[in-house]
């Protein structure tokens, strides 16, 4: 297990809301649908990778389950920035940008490929986490995401001996670059988390169970608190996390 | 030039700030500490110190804020002349240590931190990434905070000035406070939460009050003696100029000793008798477990001829004694938090009353040099070493944590039962070729 402090709350968060698909809806026409074109977005894949990445975060859930979501980024209109383990695309790039990439909503929109999708607010103002995007972007001291992306690689490659990396600190590479941008605000979004692993899980964990944390920060925390209690909306299409075989899937079709 | 902000000493109702102007002129200007409450004016006198060449100075206060409720953290910002210039964030102290299942009390401890071997801000980075379950309510930096001797070459072949030691010195504390980039930086440190301080030798020079094999000017009384004013009165204004401090998390208690600034060269005392008597007196009169700070392993033997040239330890004292003595005579258990040799190690034993004493040693968070790089030993088989009349030697266990890298710990204490849960977690500087973040000791069954 992950040392994850449980909320006190007995109930979740009512700012934040499930949000049911509608028949053949896409997650950019979910989005579109919610107006929701800034946050701290969440996405959970079935793909191979992100089931892997989801069943790794279930060191940090009580029940042991798998976790809805295998990435986390920020949304900025029809874009977001995350660090992807998919779409590394020109490797002399990823050290340039720290990692870091600019990806399209619409490619991560399909239902059968991305079925879980949330859109959660930590910040007062968006326009200065676009700013902390690009420090992180440009500084790698503040976070090494490369060294993050290469032990989750190796992770869901099973590539030698490499066990979970959550169990050793490191956190995935997307929900470090949330958080790391979100801390450059002075906006925690992780208060149960006590060891170093930023994962999608955690976040999620801390909208749907800290609000009250939220809530007394907030106050304390003034004059200059830039962190709000969070809100936003979710759509899980697939609760059991299970890998669909999408590319055999295809090349069988064709044969 | 900037304004500083670091919390020091915080109770459960009140916090005491240390907000300092490093080349500024606060007493020509309007200063405010905004804070959730309210605005509170900054009037009045403040401590200033210049140097006798006129080209730096420090303007500093200790700011108290009162009415603060318990277990809170709040935000604080220094606005000068209506601009926002620092801020800082300070966790007051809960009245009772925290039950399980809720956050425990968490104390930073770190030690021997040379700015110039982090020139990335790493120490800052790593605090930076803390995640929020593991950060600090309070610090604790147990010695060589900066290393004034340092680089050792420059003081080996030339002897300085006054003026010069002022100069030197203070721009090392300079660039130690300031020391601040994107999420990195001593600064983000000091900033974020209460700052216990105790001195070691590096905050005077390696072995200070005896001659420092490299350092000239110590080898003659008179250079010595300059060297401990300049260096003496910049660690008061910006460090602590209390040798003990206390605090208590109900049952815990608290008690951060200073072994370094009154120290003696014939090797009779580490602090003055009555500095002495007062650490007695709160060991005797322990309500509960208590945590004693000191600039030095107790569990250790006397250093020997090699003293000379390297550093006297507590042990080389006529005071180690009295200390052994009323540390034997504690009726509850004692957690020792310090550093000073490079390593990290934890090692316990039982005392002959059947409480437990636990040493935590945190060093470095950045090496001042790769010679110095610590030889990590298990602690010695017996506590105490040699002998002393009328005090029976306990066997001593070092537990499995073993560091030589840079790093500092955390220490999570939470109330279970009538016992205090204790559990050590150590926090490799990132970036710096170490790897580990985690638990790595826990208390077996508790303080008690």
Same mark, same amino acid.
């Not at chain 1, 939220?214 to 697939?238: K, N």
């Not at chain 2, 953290?73 to 809720?102: D, F, H, I, K």
């Not at chain 2, 934890?346 to 010679?371: H, N, Q, T, W, Y």
């Not at chain 2, 537990?399 to 205090?420: I, K, M, P």
């Given at each position: 297990?992950?040392?994850?402090?449980?909320?006190?709350?007995?109930?979740?968060?009512?700012?934040?809301?499930?949000?049911?698909?509608?028949?053949?809806?896409?997650?950019?026409?979910?989005?579109?649908?919610?107006?929701?074109?800034?946050?701290?977005?969440?996405?959970?894949?079935?793909?191979?990778?992100?089931?892997?990445?989801?069943?790794?975060?279930?060191?940090?859930?009580?029940?042991?389950?798998?976790?809805?979501?295998?990435?986390?980024?920020?949304?900025?209109?029809?874009?977001?920035?995350?660090?992807?383990?998919?779409?590394?695309?020109?490797?002399?790039?990823?050290?340039?940008?720290?990692?870091?990439?600019?990806?399209?909503?619409?490619?991560?929109?399909?239902?059968?490929?991305?079925?879980?999708?949330?859109?959660?607010?930590?910040?007062?103002?968006?326009?200065?986490?676009?700013?902390?995007?690009?420090?992180?972007?440009?500084?790698?001291?503040?976070?090494?995401?490369?060294?993050?992306?290469?032990?989750?690689? @190796?992770?869901?490659?099973?590539?030698?001996?490499?066990?979970?990396?959550?169990?050793?600190?490191?956190?995935?590479?997307?929900?470090?670059?949330?958080?790391?941008?979100?801390?450059?605000?002075?906006?925690?979004?992780?208060?149960?988390?006590?060891?170093?692993?930023?994962?999608?899980?955690?976040?999620?964990?801390?909208?749907?169970?800290?609000?009250?944390?939220?809530?007394?920060?907030?106050?304390?925390?003034?004059?200059?608190?830039? $962190?709000?209690?969070?809100?936003?909306?979710?759509?899980?299409?697939?609760?059991?996390?299970?890998?669909?075989?999408?590319?055999?899937?295809?090349?069988?079709?064709?044969? | 030039?900037?304004?500083?902000?670091?919390?020091?000493?915080?109770?459960?109702?009140?916090?005491?700030?240390?907000?300092? *102007?490093?080349?500024?002129?606060?007493? $020509?200007?309007?200063?405010?500490?905004?804070?959730?409450?309210?605005?509170?004016?900054?009037?009045?006198?403040?401590?200033?110190?210049?140097?006798?060449?006129?080209?730096?100075?420090?303007?500093?206060?200790?700011?108290?804020?009162?009415?603060? %409720?318990?277990?809170?953290?709040?935000?604080?910002?220094?606005?000068?002349?209506?601009?926002?210039?620092?801020?800082?964030?300070?966790?007051?102290?809960?009245?009772?240590?925290?039950?399980?299942?809720?956050?425990?009390?968490?104390?930073?401890?770190?030690?021997?931190?040379?700015?110039?071997?982090?020139?990335?801000?790493?120490?800052?980075?790593?605090?930076?990434?803390?995640?929020?379950?593991?950060?600090?309510?309070?610090?604790?930096?147990?010695?060589?905070?900066?290393?004034?001797?340092?680089?050792?070459?420059?003081?080996?072949?030339?002897?300085?000035?006054?003026?010069?030691?002022?100069?030197?010195?203070?721009?090392?504390?300079?660039?130690?406070?300031?020391?601040?980039?994107?999420?990195?930086?001593?600064?983000?440190?000091?900033?974020?939460?209460?700052?216990?301080?105790?001195?070691?030798?590096?905050?005077?020079?390696?072995?200070?009050?005896?001659?420092?094999?490299?350092?000239?000017?110590?080898?003659?009384?008179?250079?010595?003696?300059?060297?401990?004013?300049?260096? @003496?009165?910049?660690?008061?204004?910006?460090?602590?100029?209390?040798?003990?401090?206390?605090?208590?998390?109900?049952?815990?208690?608290?008690?951060?000793?200073?072994?370094?600034?009154?120290?003696?060269?014939?090797?009779?005392?580490?602090?003055?008798?009555?500095?002495?008597?007062?650490?007695?007196?709160?060991?005797?009169?322990?309500?509960?477990? *208590?945590?004693?700070?000191?600039?030095?392993?107790?569990?250790?033997?006397?250093?020997?001829?090699?003293?000379?040239?390297?550093?006297?330890?507590?042990?080389?004292?006529?005071?180690?004694?009295?200390?052994?003595?009323?540390?034997?005579?504690?009726?509850?258990?004692?957690?020792?938090?310090?550093?000073?040799?490079?390593?990290?190690?934890?090692?316990?034993?039982?005392?002959?009353?059947?409480?437990?004493?636990?040493?935590?040693?945190?060093?470095?968070?950045?090496?001042?040099?790769?010679? %110095?790089?610590?030889?990590?030993?298990?602690?010695?088989?017996?506590?105490?070493?040699?002998?002393?009349?009328?005090?029976?030697?306990?066997?001593?266990?070092?537990?499995?944590?073993?560091?030589?890298?840079?790093?500092?710990?955390?220490?999570?204490?939470?109330?279970?039962? *009538?016992?205090?849960?204790?559990?050590?977690?150590?926090?490799?500087?990132? $970036?710096?070729?170490?790897?580990?973040?985690?638990?790595?000791?826990?208390?077996?069954? *508790?303080?008690?």
């Amino acid at each position: 297990m992950i040392s994850v402090r449980q909320s006190p709350e007995a109930k979740g968060n009512r700012q934040l809301q499930h949000e049911p698909p509608q028949p053949g809806e896409t997650n950019s026409q979910w989005l579109a649908r919610l107006k929701q074109r800034e946050g701290v977005l969440l996405i959970g894949g079935s793909a191979l990778a992100h089931f892997r990445i989801r069943v790794a975060q279930s060191h940090l859930r009580k029940d042991l389950l798998p976790s809805f979501w295998s990435l986390a980024g920020i949304l900025d209109g029809d874009r977001f920035s995350t660090a992807p383990l998919d779409g590394l695309g020109d490797a002399s790039l990823v050290p340039l940008n720290n990692g870091v990439q600019t990806c399209r909503v619409a490619d991560y929109s399909e239902p059968e490929r991305y079925p879980n999708i949330a859109v959660l607010h930590f910040a007062k103002d968006p326009a200065a986490l676009r700013e902390n995007i690009k420090r992180v972007q440009s500084d790698r001291s503040i976070i090494d995401l490369p060294a993050l992306i290469l032990e989750w690689l @190796g992770f869901v490659w099973g590539a030698g001996q490499r066990g979970n990396p959550l169990l050793q600190g490191h956190g995935l590479p997307g929900a470090a670059l949330v958080e790391a941008v979100h801390g450059l605000s002075r906006i925690e979004l992780t208060p149960g988390l006590s060891s170093a692993s930023s994962c999608p899980e955690a976040i999620w964990q801390s909208a749907k169970w800290w609000r009250s944390y939220y809530q007394e920060t907030a106050g304390a925390t003034a004059p200059t608190h830039a $962190g709000a209690v969070p809100s936003g909306y979710y759509a899980i299409r697939q609760e059991a996390a299970a890998a669909v075989e999408h590319e055999r899937k295809k090349r069988r079709v064709k044969s | 030039m900037p304004y500083v902000l670091a919390p020091a000493a915080v109770s459960s109702r009140e916090a005491l700030v240390w907000i300092g *102007g490093i080349n500024e002129n606060p007493a $020509g200007a309007r200063l405010e500490l905004a804070h959730p409450g309210g605005t509170e004016p900054l009037g009045g006198a403040w401590d200033r110190w210049a140097s006798r060449n006129g080209q730096y100075s420090l303007d500093h206060r200790r700011f108290p804020l009162r009415g603060l %409720a318990p277990g809170n953290a709040y935000a604080l910002e220094l606005r000068v002349n209506g601009q926002a210039r620092a801020s800082a964030t300070v966790m007051t102290l809960p009245e009772r240590l925290p039950t399980a299942g809720q956050r425990p009390f968490t104390v930073l401890l770190g030690s021997c931190f040379c700015v110039a071997k982090d020139g990335a801000g790493r120490v800052g980075n790593t605090f930076f990434h803390l995640p929020a379950g593991a950060r600090p309510d309070v610090k604790i930096l147990c010695g060589d905070q900066v290393y004034l001797d340092s680089p050792w070459t420059h003081y080996l072949f030339a002897t300085h000035s006054p003026e010069e030691l002022e100069a030197e010195f203070f721009e090392n504390y300079f660039r130690t406070w300031t020391q601040r980039g994107p999420a990195s930086g001593f600064q983000l440190l000091l900033e974020s939460g209460a700052n216990y301080f105790a001195s070691d030798d590096h905050e005077f020079w390696n072995n200070a009050p005896n001659k420092g094999a490299y350092v000239a000017d110590t080898w003659l009384p008179g250079g010595s003696r300059r060297w401990l004013e300049v260096a @003496g009165g910049l660690f008061r204004r910006f460090q602590t100029d209390a040798t003990i401090a206390r605090f208590e998390v109900s049952p815990l208690s608290f008690c951060i000793a200073d072994t370094r600034v009154n120290r003696s060269t014939d090797r009779t005392q580490f602090m003055t008798p009555a500095e002495l008597g007062q650490v007695e007196q709160w060991l005797a009169s322990l309500p509960g477990p *208590g945590v004693l700070v000191l600039g030095q392993p107790v569990l250790t033997g006397k250093t020997g001829i090699r003293g000379h040239l390297g550093d006297w330890g507590l042990a080389d004292f006529d005071q180690y004694t009295p200390l052994v003595r009323a540390l034997h005579a504690a009726r509850h258990s004692i957690v020792v938090l310090t550093g000073d040799v490079h390593f990290g190690r934890v090692a316990s034993c039982r005392l002959p009353l059947g409480c437990d004493l636990i040493e935590v040693v945190s060093s470095p968070m950045a090496l001042v040099d790769s010679k %110095a790089k610590g030889k990590w030993g298990p602690a010695p088989a017996l506590f105490p070493v040699f002998d002393i009349p009328g005090v029976r030697k306990v066997p001593v266990r070092t537990e499995d944590f073993s560091s030589t890298q840079d790093h500092f710990l955390t220490l999570e204490f939470s109330a279970v039962g *009538g016992r205090v849960r204790m559990v050590v977690k150590a926090w490799s500087i990132l $970036g710096q070729g170490g790897s580990f973040a985690g638990v790595v000791y826990e208390a077996p069954g *508790g303080l008690s």
